[in-house]
């Protein structure tokens, strides 16, 4: 497809299980974000790739959370030890060089955890 | 402690007249300014940018203003359409701070026919 693609779009997981998204930025795109958002708030900034290094992650809240982009291209949101808290919709998006301001942004993981 | 606020949740206007949508940042360092709507199930598309340096920038039905003095930008839409009905998102950039894009809570905007 032409977008960014998400998967899965709904996990449903329990406390303490380990937790993996997936996101398929738009081809030739080099910057790679990831954001979370909660019910009633706005996309909440976590990390950040130009290529295939993390070039801010500043936003990750604590090291349960980690992300990698191993080839420049997919990237996997990694989330350990899942706590309620980290209940939201996980959003990807993708711009054509660093500088862009536009991000194109995916449908969202929606993850829930019991 | 939020860097852009929008202190609407929401909004309603009748269709053909003028959406306005607020909001309203703290840090002086932001050099460009977005907007951003969102439909339910679907992630935010980007709608009108703005650098700091400018104070006005239009697309078609939509546009943005920016008060760098205020620190407030606003979005307005003329005329509404019911398909304008959408949650709208401010977004802001920290200069020279890779691409940290910070955004507001978000406004939902209702445009009745």
């Known amino acids: 497809g032409a977008g960014v693609s998400q998967t899965p779009s709904n996990k449903v997981t329990e406390k303490g299980k380990y937790v993996e998204l997936r996101c398929d930025p738009i081809s030739g795109h080099t910057a790679l974000y990831w954001y979370r958002q909660s019910l009633g708030q706005g996309p909440e900034f976590l990390i950040y790739f130009q290529g295939t290094g993390a070039a801010d992650d500043s936003g990750l809240p604590n090291d349960r959370f980690f992300a990698v982009r191993p080839e420049g291209s997919v990237s996997t949101l990694k989330i350990q030890r899942t706590e309620r808290g980290d209940s939201a919709v996980y959003l990807c998006?993708?711009?054509?060089?660093?500088?862009?301001?536009?991000?194109?942004f995916g449908e969202g993981s929606r993850l829930t955890v019991l | 402690d939020q860097q852009v606020k929008q202190n609407s949740p929401s909004l309603s206007v009748q269709e053909g007249r003028i959406s306005i949508l607020n909001c309203d940042y703290t840090?002086?360092?932001?050099?460009?300014f977005l907007w951003y709507k969102k439909y339910p199930a679907e992630g935010p598309t980007f709608l009108i940018s703005i650098s700091s340096i400018k104070d006005k920038n239009e697309d078609g039905r939509f546009t943005v203003f920016l008060n760098k003095s205020a620190k407030h930008l606003s979005l307005h839409i003329v005329p509404s359409q019911p398909g304008d009905s959408a949650v709208y998102f401010c977004?802001?950039?920290?200069?020279?701070?890779?691409?940290?894009?910070?955004f507001g809570p978000g406004t939902r905007l209702s445009v009745l026919p």
């Open positions: 977004a802001a950039r920290l200069d020279n701070y890779g691409q940290n894009f910070v």
């Open positions: 840090n002086s360092m932001f050099d460009y």
């Open positions: 998006a993708s711009s054509p060089y660093w500088e862009s301001g536009e991000l194109f």
